[in-house]
């Protein structure tokens, strides 16, 4: 089932729908991306970013508004930027799927709230939420939701940090499903292992159906190999993405039994920008043990053979997230809306 409203924050009716930009938030900076859909065919109008100060964001939270606010108001000024969908940082936000008993549409929410703290640690006043449902299971009576939960102070933060600036924020999305948007093939329904590497941390997922149902982050830092070899520092970090992979199949078959005599398939992706460099993605196919997928950030876009991507290659994986979230402004050229 396609993530039809996941972790809509701030929700509009279709006809308020406005054109919209979309801005990826993380702790070096804000990229932005605004896509218009003329006649189902895509164009990008407009992108560019602006970097924070060291420490105005920190794992997703924003430690100085003052900072981040003149960055966005400074795109703002370039660009007339005005309504946006911005896509957050996963570390600051509690993923998890849940079982609950087989229930009507309308008791789901209220399902989800009371079992909450179970899973999160904010108190369910504290908190805000949304979730997709992943599966409803008659013969089990089983519903398979897939929640996303942040804590209401850092949602508020945002939002009047972006309106501080003279933005007009209409939603927030997960840093991890809006890479998703742009990287996985808008026709996969399988399940999909995405590695996005960034400068200062890679970012792993798994996708199925379209929706991210579970993310955690790695930060970059230097590490041995366990075996003794010296390996140079952008290869280091394969050793904790193989531990993490470990930690996803795990986490996925304790979630998702699969009959007996079936084992857990799935597709790599790699995105970020070591996607680019062909012995790195040798070596995280090797770790992997299957085939790795280099992303396209625009294949959900237009078809790059017919239409050169606005922003160079080597800088499109920057702007993953926003290129994702941007295209829930055009419903016909995606079905992540």
Known sequence: MAPSKFFHFFPVPSFLRMPAAGLSVNDEGVRFVHISDIDGAAKVESFGSADFPAGAVVNGEIRDEAAVANAFAALKKQYGLRFVRAAISDDAVYLFRL????????DVRSAIEFKLEENVPIPAGDAIFDYSIANRNDV???????VAAVASKTSESYLDTMKSAGLSPLRLDLESQ???????????????????????????????GGMVQFSFTLPVEERA???????????QKLVLVREG?????NYWKDTMPLPAGESFSFKVIASGGEALDAEFVSKFASLAGQPVEVADPWQNVFDSNDAAPPIPKEDSFRYAAAIGVALANCPRLNFHV
């Open 140 to 146: 089990l009576g089983t519903t398979e939701a897939v």
């Open 99 to 106: 079982n609950l008993p087989l229930i009507s549409e309308s």
């Open 178 to 208: 809006a890479i998703a948007h742009a990287v996985v093939p808008k026709a996969e329904r399988g399940t999909v292992l995405v590695a996005h590497f960034a400068h200062t941390k890679t970012l792993l997922f798994l996708v199925q």
């Open 245 to 249: 992979i470990e930690r996803i199949v």
């Open 225 to 235: 190999d366990p075996a003794g070899a010296q390996s140079p520092q952008k290869y």
